[in-house]
């Protein structure tokens, strides 16, 4: 497809479940962010990958946050023992960025709306 | 700490009206500041994005500021029509992958 992809859109999970939210990104577009956004807040920058160096995890609110980028395309976004803080919408971005100078248009996909009961 | 503040949280006009979205953010060692815009159920779109060095930037009928002495960003919207409403997101760069985000403004334009 020609923007970033998203599944599921919608996601209900009962608390302490483990869940998997997926990211396509645009083709290639080295860099893929993923974000959250509760309710009423701004978006919180979680993970950042760039090429085939070490992601940035440091937005990972705690370890049962993980993400993974299999063959520099798609990401996973893993959260285990839900609970229901973790209620919010996810969304990814992807971005052509080649250098710390480089400008960095991010394209976001439609994100996925998680609920935990 | 590094926040980023968007009043008004949300506003109101009429069809044709000129408007400002104002946005501020408290560290000006920035990266670069960018403006969203968030339907309801789809991703953000990016409107504009300003590098650290220009001090405004246009694109039709939007038009984004930047002051980074005053730590401030506008953006201005021309004659408003009722497809402009969303929520509109300031998104300030502070190095090479931090990106702090705005809670917004919630845009209604009436007909």
């Known amino acids: 497809g020609a923007g970033v992809s998203q599944s599921p859109s919608n996601k209900v999970t009962e608390k302490g479940k483990d869940v998997e939210l997926r990211c396509d990104p645009i083709s290639g577009h080295t860099a893929l962010y993923w974000y959250r956004q509760s309710l009423g807040q701004g978006l919180e920058f979680l993970i950042y990958f760039q090429g085939n160096s070490a992601p940035d995890k440091s937005g990972l609110p705690s370890d049962r946050f993980s993400a993974e980028r299999t063959g520099g395309s798609v990401s996973t976004l893993t959260i285990q023992r839900t609970q229901q803080e973790d209620s919010a919408v996810y969304l990814c971005?992807?971005?052509?960025?080649?250098?710390?100078?480089?400008?960095?248009?991010?394209?976001f996909g439609a994100g996925t709306r998680l609920s935990v009961l | 700490k590094q926040e980023v503040t968007q009043i008004p949280a949300a506003l109101s006009v009429p069809e044709g009206e000129n408007l400002v979205l104002n946005c501020s953010f408290t560290?000006?060692?920035?990266?670069?500041l960018q403006w969203f815009r968030q339907d309801p159920g789809k991703g953000l779109t990016s409107l504009l994005l300003?590098?650290?060095?220009?001090r405004e930037q246009t694109s039709g009928r939007l038009n984004a500021s930047l002051d980074k002495s005053s730590g401030r960003s506008t953006l201005y919207i021309a004659a408003s029509q009722p497809g402009d409403s969303a929520t509109y997101l300031c998104a300030v760069e502070y190095n090479n992958n931090d990106m702090r985000f705005g809670a917004g403004t919630r845009l209604t334009v009436k007909p």
């Open positions: 971005a992807s971005s052509s960025r080649a250098g710390y100078d480089a400008k960095n248009i991010q394209y």
């Open positions: 560290d000006s060692a920035i990266y670069n």
């Open positions: 300003i590098q650290s060095s220009q």
